[in-house]
């Protein structure tokens, strides 16, 4: 692990380091960067793979302040200035998702293509928003208890065995440090409209067990993009489908990333 200060933060990454395209890949809310080992592995023989912990998440150490995710682009736009990378491939995983959009909005000369995994452009629906905010007043006063561990998990990973790895990290971790990564997620913009202003191409991959993000919004969300092709559906994939699937997960960014203009 590496560490870098930028904004105020001291925002942990890896680094594979090489002479290949730059690739940085951004985490899931309550996940870290190494929820991305599988697709580290499959992507470093040809390429340099970065990824990192956002705020609030992992080894990052911030302040605890609010935040939002035009912030945590900002955080990454600076990682690729303390790298000395100028311009890389950017993706991310539902909240990272969300995160490499607005990179790609405010920073499009730094994006040479987007990879989008479980992931939409939209806000929260209004329906859940209630019971996420009650789960997340009680997970910052008191820790996860079995039950929301159980429907948090169901959501984000849907698996029981890597919920196994996941649930002792979540409990290990200070409880409030969910309150601000939290808030960020139930209170976020919408940004649909403005998809059409970005030009990157765009990879949308979307698992059809997905519990948190409807395939319905993936696939506004490869309409909206101008240079994003059909969504790539992975059969039986939940919201983590980069972890569940790792196999046609990896295929589909490898096949991405070998058709993009040098």
């Not at 995710?69 to 100028?86: I, P, Q, R």
Request: aromatic share 6%; hydrophobic share 40%; proline share 7%.
């Amino acid at each position: 692990m590496s560490s870098a200060s930028v904004n105020g933060v001291q925002l942990a990454y890896d680094d594979t380091q090489g002479n290949g395209p730059p690739v940085v890949l951004s985490h899931g809310f309550l996940m870290d960067r190494t929820m991305f080992e599988p697709q580290v592995e499959a992507l470093r023989p040809h390429f340099r793979v970065i990824t990192w912990d956002s705020r609030g998440h992992g080894d990052t150490v911030d302040d605890g302040r609010p935040f939002s995710y035009w912030d945590l682009a900002s955080d990454c736009v600076a990682l690729l200035d303390h790298l000395g990378v100028e311009r890389a491939v950017v993706g991310g995983m539902s909240q990272g998702g969300f995160v490499a959009l607005r990179v790609a909005l405010t920073a499009p000369a730094r994006v040479r293509g987007l990879i989008l995994l479980d992931t939409q452009a939209g806000t929260e629906d209004p329906d859940v928003v209630p019971l996420y905010q009650a789960m997340l007043d009680e997970w910052v006063s008191v820790g996860p208890s079995d039950e929301i561990a159980e429907v948090v998990s169901g959501l984000i990973i849907g698996e029981p065995e890597l919920s196994k790895t996941w649930v002792p990290r979540w409990r290990a971790r200070p409880h409030t440090s969910i309150a601000m990564p939290g808030q960020a997620l139930i209170t976020r913009d919408d940004i649909t409209g403005r998809l059409g202003e970005i030009a990157a191409p765009a990879l949308v991959v979307h698992g059809t067990a997905d519990l948190s993000i409807t395939m319905e919004k993936a696939q506004g969300l490869a309409t909206g993009l101008p240079h994003s092709g059909e969504v790539v559906a992975i059969e039986g994939g939940t919201h983590s489908a980069n972890l569940t699937h790792p196999e046609p997960v990896n295929r589909a960014i490898l096949q991405f990333l070998a058709g993009l203009p040098a």
